[in-house]
């Protein structure tokens, strides 16, 4: 074979009459008699190839199955008019073969690739991923989730937005959930966590004088199942400096519609500006804090934005018997809206009656689901103590459990906040998915297990002796 440079298929319509080289995966096989007849697929569309009589006794060729992976060399053609294929963009031409070279075989696959995939079991979509990802749908979900991310770093970054990544291995901050905790080799007895959200550090990046952050961020959290939960997911997380609750609205407003211009539209905005709405208001209107505003739910392209404010600042947890912080405890009490007058007078009546404390805090909500959430934070010393007094921390270990925050807001700390917005969750309902599975590459089931990895999984003795780690006889 002559060595010539590949072709992708979506090109070859530009190379009639001319020699090309294709590879890809075979997608279906015709036999009309002495001549077969081939669709092919790369990632960039299907070819049909004619194989002439030429091969009818070429055994390689007649035994080539759905999904091998083959390589071609042949004559791009016109098709006969009445044999044009309008459902592909290569529909008009087909490539005579010269030469094939089979570059690997494959077995029957477990499941069909060609439809949407919605009735095949879900395990087995997950343990054969990559066969799955074959499929168009979650092949077009893919692309549509990094044009989107492209779209918000472009957007962000000709605003003067740095994109700044931050640790993985990191401690542990509070927002909720568990931690997932990794232990270090070289520190017997101590242990790293992973972020739950990049939320200390944005923050200390506030002090560091970025002014604008942002990152497109993995979270971990280590959360007991629960419905269409990932133990990660992705987030678009934001922070500025000397910033208005208000500006951070606009600005999350003012992205998520050219996001639906550019990159969805056919979508219908039920209202812009988006509806904000206090908590109250919310709950005496909608029992919920995230009301769907859509006027017609029936309407599968309609995208009902809001945003919900003045959130409580704690939640009590009957459960543990304690208070907890409805957001995070970073977040800035309002005190002003409730006028209790003076900043004594104000922490007392916080300590005394948690639950009478509104926050400047936030969520973003669309179609009925909260797709992200932030705050304004809380840079005064002497009530962040307080918050985390409620929270049920001894005053005397405060300062110790969140050095970091403390001596770093001892050096000039501007005023500042920000938001996460859920990209996994956004994605899944403009493209109107029944789960945020269907928008993440490689996700795991709803109980944390990856059946395609095969994880969580054992470690050997070794490995947990380096660590420093013995299991009790229950978990072995
Ligand atoms: N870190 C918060 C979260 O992950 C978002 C924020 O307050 O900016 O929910």
New binding site residues.
């Given amino acids: 074979m002559i060595t010539i440079k590949r072709t992708l298929i979506k090109e070859t319509i530009k190379e009639i009459e001319k020699k090309v080289k294709v590879c890809g995966w075979v997608q279906v096989i015709r036999s009309h008699g002495k001549i077969l007849f081939i669709d092919l697929r790369d990632v960039s569309g299907i070819v049909q190839l004619v194989f002439g009589p030429e091969f009818e006794k070429d055994k390689l060729t007649q035994s080539i199955r759905p999904e091998w992976v083959i390589e071609i060399q042949g004559k791009v053609a016109k098709r006969p008019k009445g044999m044009l294929n309008p459902k592909h963009i290569t529909g008009s031409i087909e490539i005579q073969v010269e030469n094939a070279k089979i570059l690997s075989k494959a077995k029957t696959l477990p499941f069909s690739i060609d439809d949407d995939g919605y009735e095949i079991n879900e395990e087995k979509r997950l343990k054969y991923r990559y066969l799955d990802l074959r499929r168009k749908r979650l092949k077009k979900n893919l692309e549509i989730r990094q044009k989107t991310i492209q779209f918000m770093r472009d957007y962000l970054i000709k605003q003067e937005f740095i994109e700044i990544e931050t640790p993985i291995l990191t401690k542990s901050t509070p927002?909720g959930a568990r931690d997932f905790l990794v232990p270090s080799r070289n520190q017997s007895g101590k242990f790293y966590a992973l972020p739950?959200?990049?939320?200390q550090y944005?923050q200390l990046l506030q002090v560091a004088g970025i002014e604008k952050y942002f990152q497109i961020a993995r979270?971990l959290r280590d959360e007991d199942p629960r419905g269409d939960r990932q133990a990660e997911h992705t987030?678009l997380?934001?922070?500025m400096a000397f910033v208005s609750q208000k500006e951070i609205l606009d600005l999350i407003e003012e992205l998520y519609i050219s996001i639906i211009k550019k990159i969805f539209p056919e979508k219908k905005i039920t209202k812009i500006p988006f509806t904000r709405m206090t908590y109250e208001k919310a709950m005496e209107k909608y029992k919920t804090d995230k009301p769907d505003l859509r006027r017609n739910k029936k309407d599968p392209d309609e995208l009902a934005f809001a945003f919900i404010t003045d959130f409580p600042m704690f939640e009590w947890h009957e459960k543990d018997k304690k208070w907890g912080a409805q957001?995070?405890p970073?977040?800035l009490p309002n005190f002003v809206s409730q006028n209790l007058g003076g900043q004594a007078k104000n922490i007392k009546e916080m300590k005394k009656n948690p639950k009478k404390i509104l926050a400047f805090q936030y969520d973003f909500v669309l179609n009925g689901q909260e797709i992200?959430?932030?705050?304004i934070r809380n840079t005064d010393l002497e009530v962040l103590t307080a918050v985390f007094e409620v929270l049920g921390h001894k005053k005397q270990d405060i300062k110790k459990k969140f050095r970091n925050y403390f001596e770093a807001f001892s050096y000039g700390v501007p005023p500042h906040g920000?938001?996460?917005s859920g990209i996994d969750r956004f994605l899944a309902v403009v493209l109107k998915e029944p789960s945020i599975r269907e928008v993440i590459a490689f996700p795991k089931t709803g109980d944390n297990r990856d059946l395609m990895m095969d994880i969580p999984s054992e470690v050997t003795k070794e490995q947990l002796k380096e660590l420093h780690i013995k299991l009790n006889q229950k978990s072995k």
């Fill in positions: 927002e739950q959200s990049p939320q944005k979270c987030q997380d934001i922070e957001h995070h970073f977040t992200g959430g932030g705050s920000g938001i996460a």
